[in-house]
Nanobody, 118 residues
Framework: QVQLSESGGGLVQAGASLTLSCLVS????????MGWYRQAPGKERSLFAS???????DYADSVKGRFTISRDAAKQTVYLKMNNLKPEDTAVYYC????????????WGPGTQVTVRS
């Protein structure tokens, strides 16, 4: 079973940077399609960044050019480098395998809170 543990969130001012980490067990992060999701207050959790087994990345328009997803296979960790943070980036951030995340009974980690003040 996939186990996920996100960390690295915090309270920052607009324009600051943060790097989130997602420690993964139960699957090989190098051989699967991983994604970062976020859930803002009153909104549904949504995918905004992903990385395929080949290393191809994709981003939602709202974060393109500011966020970078990467992974370290040896550490079984997926990262999210966030630059030029905006108040609208405030949310709880999660990672998951793309296919697993689509299941109604998908297992999720605790997430990490990112709060950006203007």
């Amino acid at each position: 079973q996939v186990q996920l543990s996100e960390s690295g969130g915090g309270l920052v001012q607009a324009g600051a940077s943060l790097t989130l980490s997602c420690l993964v067990s139960g699957i090989d992060v190098q051989g699967t399609h991983m994604g970062w999701y976020r859930q803002a207050p009153g909104k549904e959790r949504s995918l905004f960044a992903s990385i395929t087994y080949r290393g191809d990345t994709d981003y939602a328009d709202s974060v393109k050019g500011r966020f970078t997803i990467s992974r370290d296979a040896a550490k079984q960790t997926v990262y999210l480098k966030m630059n030029n943070l905006k108040p609208e980036d405030t949310a709880v951030y999660y990672c998951n395998e793309i296919l697993t995340a689509q299941l109604p009974d998908a297992s999720w980690g605790p997430g990490t809170q990112v709060t950006v003040r203007s």
